[in-house]
């Protein structure tokens, strides 16, 4: 009963000061779910009435519009394993990630007492849910709550509900889909069709099921409430992806997990301004712990960080470093935004997660990149690509490659030059990107949804996407004129043959 009352007294209030959100995230990677903290963090400060499901709590009690709750598992748990192994086709890859690692953390976060509450009380309305797109089955939260929903992507790659271009799934799987030779784009247009039918018709069904089991038989079709889907919010950034053709309800937003303003650690604070030979700062992301890289691997690294004249600032997550050299210091978690900041950083050397690019390319720290899967090693391979730093290959990496990589780009002026004149280009935008997200967000709340925006290629079948029936008419009118002029040579040659013969023979 009091429940209910102050619960009707927040959705009563929340009609005059702001709109009641519901944010459901699913990602485990901490680097990826910063994003999508700065934009609920906002959105509770403008006023509006937040709830948040995520693996990633603020868990910060000024935040009195913010209730985020910690989901209850983690990576280990639910066996989040890397996806995009080169032996595995896209759709092969997905339909793991999706139906084994997603699903058993979307089925854990659904028989959570707090989720459960939200569910079963029928006074709770929303006005619009926010939602990791890589999960279908979360989409039906917006059937549930009969209100508009909103997609959020820290990868643009992973966007499969809007349809790409063929060659641009070879981009999204193994990097650029500029210059692709013929067999390339074979390759990749044969990918993206297996991939789309395979979602449509044995991804998509299996998730239907999911979905039907939390949201009972009475749900639509779980692939058309995918479809109306209002807006997808992605971060994008012209670096580490290409510019795409793509819909206007498709949102592009860029930097908005920076914080700006972190502070170091006091300890690492002295020790980084004592190194005033130079500090290269080491860290493979969350994804990616520096402890589990094969001992082969590290040893190169610690041999090569050895010769080096630099302070090594290494992301180490255990207490002890085997053979740690006396200039390398270790931390099992640093602010990476404070140590960028730090004007002795010299260099990153980075597995080429999107954050970590962004936040190198706005403190302008000159990168090395040694990527080791999915999307990293695109973006690597675009670090070369600008000019802004080296990509290394960690299979054929030796003591020397990493040494003379890390001088190098330390030493030569053009990568410093080259990412300051990128870290303008990326902040000079009409709007930040978290101020951007927030108008998409409100937009989508003052109307209700954005039908408007909805792209019609979405009703439209593959074949007729791809202009397959168009293309097979047009060459089967060709091919027909041909054959009827074939045919048509075929039974006159005689007879022209007999004319000419006898022209020839008179003019004998
Ligand atoms: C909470 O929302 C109110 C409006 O409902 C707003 O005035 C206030 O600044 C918000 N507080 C915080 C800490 O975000
Ligand atoms: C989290 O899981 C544990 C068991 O693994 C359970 O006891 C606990 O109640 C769960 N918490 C929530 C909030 O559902
Ligand atoms: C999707 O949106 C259209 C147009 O608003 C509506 O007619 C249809 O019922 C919606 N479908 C689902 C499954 O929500
Ligand atoms: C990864 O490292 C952790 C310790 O950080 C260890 O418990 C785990 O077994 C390692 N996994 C692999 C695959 O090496």
């Known amino acids: 009963m009091f429940t209910s009352v102050v619960t009707l007294f927040c959705t009563a209030s929340s009609l005059v000061s702001g709109a009641n959100i519901l944010g459901i995230f699913s990602t485990t990677a901490l680097s990826e779910q910063a994003m999508f903290q700065m934009i609920w963090k906002e959105l509770s400060r403008r006023g509006h009435k937040v709830t948040v499901i995520t693996p990633g709590p603020l868990l910060d009690y000024s935040l009195v519009n913010l209730t985020d709750q910690g ?36 089925e854990t976060r659904m028989l959570r007492s707090d989720v459960r509450d939200i569910f079963g009380d029928d006074s709770v309305q929303f006005d619009v849910v926010l939602a990791e797109v890589t999960f279908a089955p979360v989409y039906a939260f917006s059937y549930k709550f009969n209100c508009p929903i909103i997609g959020l992507s820290s990868s643009p790659e992973m ?34 069709i297996r991939l789309t039918l395979c979602y449509d018709y044995e991804i998509m069904p299996e998730l239907d099921r999911i979905a039907r089991k939390y949201f009972g038989d009475d749900m639509p079709y779980l692939g058309d409430i995918e479809k109306n889907v209002s807006i997808i919010l992605t971060t994008h950034n012209f670096i580490t992806s290409k510019p795409k053709p793509t819909v206007p309800a498709l949102i592009e937003i860029g930097n908005v997990h920076l914080k700006k303003n ?9 020790e980084l301004d004592k190194a005033t030979n ?20 590290r040893n190169v ?10 302070t090594i600032l290494w992301k180490w997550e255990t207490d002890h470093l085997p053979g740690k050299p006396d200039n390398v210091i270790t931390r099992k978690w640093l602010p990476q935004e404070a140590v960028l900041a730090h004007p002795n950083v010299k260099a990153f050397i980075t597995q080429g997660g999107l954050q970590s690019m962004e936040e190198a390319i706005y403190y302008r720290k000159p990168l090395i990149g040694m990527p080791f899967f999915a999307d990293q090693m695109k973006n ?24 003379s990589a890390i001088l190098e780009v330390v030493n030569d002026k053009k990568y410093k030059e080259k990412i300051s004149e990128l870290s303008d280009l990326m902040w000079d935008q009409p709007m930040s990107g ?10 989508v709340i003052r109307h209700k949804g954005a039908k408007h925006l909805r792209s019609p290629l979405l009703d439209l079948p593959l074949y007729q996407y791809l202009l397959l029936d168009v293309l097979a008419f047009v060459f089967g009118v060709i091919a027909t004129t041909l054959g009827l002029l074939y045919a048509a040579y075929i039974y006159t040659k005689p007879v022209i043959q007999g004319v000419v013969g006898k022209n020839k023979v008179k003019s004998n």
Do not use: C
């Open 380 to 403: 690597v391979r675009s670090i070369a690509e600008h000019g802004i730093g080296v990509a290394l290959n960690t299979d054929t990496l030796t003591k020397e490659k990493l040494k």
């Open 434 to 443: 978290l101020d951007t997200a927030i108008w998409w967000i409100e937009y």
């Open 278 to 297: 130079g500090v290269i700062y080491f860290s493979l992301g969350s994804n990616v712990k520096s402890a589990n890289i094969s001992s082969q691997l």
């Open 71 to 106: 989901a209850n598992y983690s990576q280990e748990d639910v066996g989040f394993s890397p996806i995009f192994s080169s032996d595995l086709l896209p759709d092969q890859a997905w339909k793991h990630f999706l139906l084994h690692s997603h699903r058993k953390a979307f």
């Open 301 to 310: 690294i610690i041999s090569s960080f050895a010769e080096l004249p630099y």
């Open 159 to 192: 966007l499969l509900s809007f349809v790409v271009h063929p060659i641009m799934i070879r981009e999204s799987f193994f990097g650029s889909a500029a210059n692709l030779n013929f067999w390339q784009r074979l390759w990749s247009t044969y990918a993206q």
């Open 262 to 270: 972190v502070k170091l650690p006091q300890d690492l604070q002295k």
